[in-house]
């Protein structure tokens, strides 16, 4: 997996696992599953999507810092993670030195490494994520028991945000709500290149390209339209780049229009 380079700051993505997730299911316009027809080369026989599942090492020089942190050591059938600390270890970065980790959102597969058996996994990190998330996935009461073990214990190292805020020279959090009430994409920059953490602001490639398509795990299906679109009208035919943690291989790419439609294009 190879390292990005965007100006002064490197960005190398950090594979945990894999997901699976039956693509007419979890990935539509309202409707119209059989959209997927037109892709046939991106689903297996049994019409399953393999989603990556990882996260995204930045280092800017004087911070490291992490874009989520995997599914964690668990196997569910689906889910399957337990490589993080290995490809992080990989880029000669052990757990204690990492400064900051910052979560897209904080669905179980972004946060699997945040804690192990209670215990806080990066222990000089700072943690970062919108407030809306810690509120709906940690302090609600309707909030999710597994994710309350898991996040808690990060209670007194959180910095919590509700607008764009910078999280590291040249790393900004951005708020992109929608998928969850917190949802944030971080965005890179350095003199002049760009890159764009989508977190499941899209899960697969062609949901930033097929208008309307959407995620079965969107908590706001709307909002997370409206996000998407805006992003895409913000960076298409850009020289921006664009990644996210499903992405096959965590490959980046950037969106084109070309003949009047858009594209991905995989760097
Ligand atoms: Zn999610
Ligand atoms: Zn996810």
Redesign the pocket.
């Known amino acids: 997996m190879s390292d990005m380079k965007i100006g002064d700051i490197t960005v190398t993505p950090l594979m945990d696992g894999s997901g699976l997730e039956c693509a007419r299911d979890v990935l539509q316009r309202h409707g119209s599953a059989s959209e997927w027809d037109k892709h046939p080369d991106q689903v297996d026989d049994h019409g399953d999507l393999h989603l990556s599942v990882g996260g995204f090492l930045i280092r800017t020089g004087e911070s490291i810092v992490l874009i989520d942190a995997g599914v964690g050591t668990i196997d569910n059938g689906r889910y399957r993670g337990g490589l993080f600390l290995e490809s992080l270890r990989t880029q000669g970065v052990e757990p204690e030195d990492v400064t900051d980790v910052a979560f897209t959102h904080l ?1 179980f ?2 946060v699997g490494w945040a804690t192990k058996k209670g215990q806080v996994v990066f222990e000089n990190a700072t943690y970062h994520v919108h407030a809306a998330d810690w509120g709906f996935f940690v302090d609600d009461v309707n909030s999710e028991p597994g994710a309350v073990r898991k996040l808690s214990p990060l209670e007194s190292r959180l910095e919590t945000f509700t607008e764009t805020s910078v999280l590291a020279p040249g790393v900004d959090a951005r708020p992109a709500v929608g998928h969850t009430p917190g949802s944030t994409v971080y965005v890179v920059s350095s003199q002049g290149a760009k890159l764009v953490l989508l977190g ?1 602001v899209a ?1 697969h490639p062609l949901e930033l390209v097929e208008d309307g398509w959407s995620f079965a795990f969107d908590q706001s299906k709307d909002g997370a339209v409206a996000s998407r679109k805006e992003l895409v009208d913000e960076f298409a035919d850009t020289d921006a780049l664009l990644a996210a ?2 992405f096959p291989d965590l490959r980046p790419g950037r969106v084109k229009t070309v003949d009047g439609s858009l594209t991905w294009h995989t760097l």
Request: aromatic content about 0%; cysteine-free; overall charge negative.
């Open positions: 669905h597969d972004h499941d899960h943690g499903h």
